[in-house]
Every structure is written in structure tokens, then in C-alpha cells.
T-cell receptor
Framework: EAQVTQNPRYLITVTGKKLTVTCSQN?????MSWYRQDPGLGLRQIYY???????DKGDVPEGYKVSRKEKRNFPLILESPSPNQTSLYFC??????????????FGPGTRLLVL | AQSVSQHNHHVILSEAASLELGCNYS??????LFWYVQYPGQHLQLLLK??????LVKGIKGFEAEFIKSKFSFNLRKPSVQWSDTAEYFC??????????FGAGTRLFVKA
């Protein structure tokens, strides 16, 4: 089954404790992206990746890091989480990202609470 | 900068009522437009999209949307909603490049 998976689905942590949220897709997509969803603000893009070893900042990259060492995986790293990063995070992928009519496929979301 | 505006944050309807959710975007060039839906506890999925041709687009589950270029709008419609349409709906715009801009979302609650 074609899908985007994220782990963990729920996470409670404390300020400053490094964490990683994994994202994996099995559709051989080149493009992957991370969003955060906050009430009243919709989805805002954090980082995206056009292919292996190619990443770029989205609209709200501060406090986050990403890497793309393999095509299927795109982990989101919070080196020193803060309470304002409490949010619902979605990973998404699409075939190439270049064709502007491409549909993005979303993962199930990771709900993060930073105390 | 591109932006997407969804007029209503919350909408409450009774079953069988008609639905129209507003979406306006700011960008003067060629755009692709999307509506995504997020059912309670589920991830976002595509409802419909427009990239060229007939400005009236039909999607899944009886939804449709009309692209009106002169008004920079892409409103979502459904003639008769069901309880199962309770969800959050997101309008999104891609004007080229690798970024898709999402609106703030509209939460629809349908009373049985």
C-alpha cells in the first residue's frame, strides 16, 4: 500500500531535549516536505526536500533541522525543543514537486507537546 | 508574497443543507489550486484540484469547486452535506516552485 508513515504519532517531551520525528514514504517520490499545523494558522511549511541531499527552508524553519540521506526518509530534528514548537506535524511527499499540479500525500501526523 | 485566505473558520450546518466554503488567493500568475480535507483523527487527503481547463472541478464525495480567475477565488461547494462530511477543509495554492501555501482551514460540523 502506497503511504507516508511517521513515528512517533504522539510525543511528550521537555524543553531542550533533542528529538527526531521520522518520516518514510514507499512511493519513490522525489519531493518531501514537513508542515506544522496550528489552530487558526493552517499548515505552514517548515522544510522541504527536492531529492536526496537537497533541502531548503520553508516558511517557518527556525528551531528545526532536516536531512535527506535516502530517498524514502526525511526526518525532522528538533535540537532543543521549546514550548512554542508544541504542534501537530505532518510529513508529505509528491512525485517530483516540480509540476505544480502534483498532489501531495500526507502522513498521519505527529502530535508533539513540549513542556 | 502568495497567501491564501479562507473566509470562515467554523461552519455549522444541518444534514442536507448546501455548503459553500470560500477561498481567495493572492497571486497574479498561473496557479494550481487544491482543496484538501482532514477527517477527525485522520491525515489530509486530496478532495479536488484545478490546474487548467474547465474551471468547474469535480472531486470525490460529491464536492466541486469553481475557479474564478477574475476574483482570485476557488470556492468549494456541495449541494447536500452529510454528517460524514464533518471535517476540516484546507484550500491550497501552488504558483510554481516547490512551495504550496495552505489556508488556515475551515472546520465544518454537520448536525445529524
Amino acid at each position: 500500500e502506497a503511504q507516508v508513515t511517521q513515528n512517533p504519532r504522539y510525543l511528550i517531551t521537555v524543553t531542550g531535549k533533542k528529538l527526531t520525528v521520522t518520516c518514510s514514504q514507499n512511493m519513490n517520490h522525489e519531493y518531501m516536505s514537513w508542515y506544522r499545523q496550528d489552530p487558526g494558522l493552517g499548515l505552514r511549511q517548515i522544510y522541504y526536500s527536492m531529492n536526496v541531499e537537497v533541502t531548503d527552508k520553508g516558511d517557518v524553519p527556525e528551531g528545526y533541522k532536516v536531512s535527506r540521506k535516502e530517498k524514502r526518509n526525511f526526518p525532522l530534528i528538533l535540537e532543543s525543543p521549546s514550548p512554542n514548537q508544541t504542534s501537530l506535524y505532518f510529513c508529505a511527499s509528491s512525485y517530483s514537486g516540480r509540476a505544480i499540479q502534483e498532489t501531495q500525500y500526507f502522513g498521519p501526523g505527529t502530535r508533539l507537546l513540549v513542556l | 508574497a502568495q497567501s491564501v485566505s479562507q473566509h470562515n473558520h467554523h461552519v455549522i450546518l444541518s444534514e442536507a443543507a448546501s455548503l459553500e466554503l470560500g477561498c481567495n488567493y493572492s497571486y497574479g500568475g498561473t496557479v494550481n489550486l487544491f482543496w484538501y480535507v482532514q477527517y477527525p483523527g485522520q491525515h489530509l487527503q486530496l478532495l479536488l484540484k484545478y490546474f487548467s481547463g474547465d474551471p468547474l472541478v469535480k472531486g470525490i464525495k460529491g464536492f466541486e469547486a469553481e475557479f474564478i480567475k477574475s476574483k482570485f477565488s476557488f470556492n468549494l461547494r456541495k449541494p447536500s452535506v452529510q454528517w460524514s462530511d464533518t471535517a476540516e477543509y484546507f484550500c491550497a495554492v501552488n504558483a510554481g516552485g516547490f512551495k504550496t501555501i495552505f489556508g488556515a482551514g475551515t472546520r465544518l460540523f454537520v448536525k445529524a
